[in-house]
């Protein structure tokens, strides 16, 4: 049965929808009344959210959109005086460990995340990186840059033809990534919470291994989890300390889910060769270190930051709200009540 209806349910999106081509956005606003605000840092989107309430609400549904890293977190204090009208919040990004589900659930809102927009954009920063960290091309381009054109290199990098790369996570980044890889000659195993069926594993020609068995054989480590409670320093000292020595290690999940200091001390110690990473903790104020270190090679968390992955993500943000209140269900819900 479908959730019921008022006419034109009002919809708070948390920033233009970027890039949604007119007639799609045409279709969505002719069924719901779209109100759009500017969000800032956080305590300047928090006042926002009151004032819209105050004099505009109230808001059955709110879209967080793009750039939202700086009014992060997503919880009572955010979007409480959207309360008690406030039924669904769809959200732009894949991962949802910002989101307080608890008082969500609790207040029956109903949270949704992304599942296809942002998965292959991630996947192609990932590769990005592991091609990066192997062939150490940031720093050929310094020496022509600086007009030392090879320098003083003598030793070529690394090829990733044969090497055996590991991938911590096979959702749907995870298997692009396998695939994408394999372009390259790489060998390809996995870890993941479940693991995927047989025939889905002979399809992407990826063999299943524990995380201690993928952490001691891999060349290159690549992490692509989301970060959970179980995830959250999955990759601490002790990890680090069974890798290969020279191993790469590459995080485009999550900063958290591996441990700061062990990460930097692997770095320092020549454990991790190179390590390339697209995520840190306490983004965007990150460790000096990652800026600094050579051995790093680093994104400003750019996984999904491509034109064409910002409007499929405001479409599936579309879809979930469309799906709620015409169908009684959003599309991808995290969470249930």
């Known amino acids: 049965m479908a959730a019921k209806q008022s006419p034109k349910a009002k919809v708070l999106s948390f920033g233009p929808l970027h890039y949604v081509d007119a007639e799609k956005l045409e279709q969505f606003t002719s069924t719901f009344d779209l109100h759009i605000i500017e969000p800032t840092d956080r305590a300047g989107t928090i006042a926002l959210v009151a004032e819209a309430a105050k004099t505009s609400g109230p808001f059955d549904a709110a879209i967080i959109g793009m750039g939202n890293g700086r009014y992060e977190l997503f919880n009572e ?110 060998k390809v195993q996995y870890y993941n919470r479940n693991q995927i069926p047989a025939e ?32 959250r320093g999955l990759i601490g000292e002790a990890e680090i300390a069974s890798m290969k020595d020279g191993v790469f290690l590459i995080n485009t999940g999550r900063g958290p889910i591996i441990d700061e200091k062990a990460l930097i001390q692997g770095i320092w110690s ?40 910002w409007k499929d993500a405001y479409i599936e943000c579309m879809d979930n709200i469309e799906g709620y209140f015409l169908r009684g269900k959003p599309v991808s819900p995290v969470n249930t009540f």
């Not at 390339?276 to 680093?298: A, M, S």
């Open 200 to 231: 889905e594993e002979k399809s992407l020609d990826v063999t299943y291994a524990s995380l201690q068995d993928l952490l001691k054989t891999s060349d290159v480590v690549c992490v692509n989890c989301p970060l959970s409670d179980s995830t």
């Open 77 to 186: 204090e955010l979007l409480g005086p959207l309360l008690p009208s406030l039924k669904i919040v769809a959200c732009v990004n894949a991962g949802y460990s910002e989101f307080d589900l608890e008082w969500f659930t609790k207040n029956k809102i109903y949270v949704t995340n992304t599942l296809y927009a942002v998965a292959e954009p991630t996947a192609d920063i990932t590769v990005m990186l592991i091609l990066n960290t192997l062939r150490d091309f940031p720093k050929f381009e310094r020496l022509v840059k600086t007009g030392s054109w090879r320098g003083a290199v003598k030793v070529p990098p690394t090829d990733p033809h044969g090497l055996l790369l590991g991938i911590i996570g096979m959702g749907k980044i995870g298997k692009h990534v396998a695939r994408k890889s394999q372009a390259f000659g790489m």
């Open 270 to 309: 020549g454990k991790i060769a190179r390590a390339g990473l697209d995520v840190f903790d306490n983004e965007p104020n990150i460790n000096p270190f990652f800026r600094e270190n050579e051995k790093c090679i680093v994104q400003p968390h750019l996984g999904s930051f491509t034109n064409r992955a």
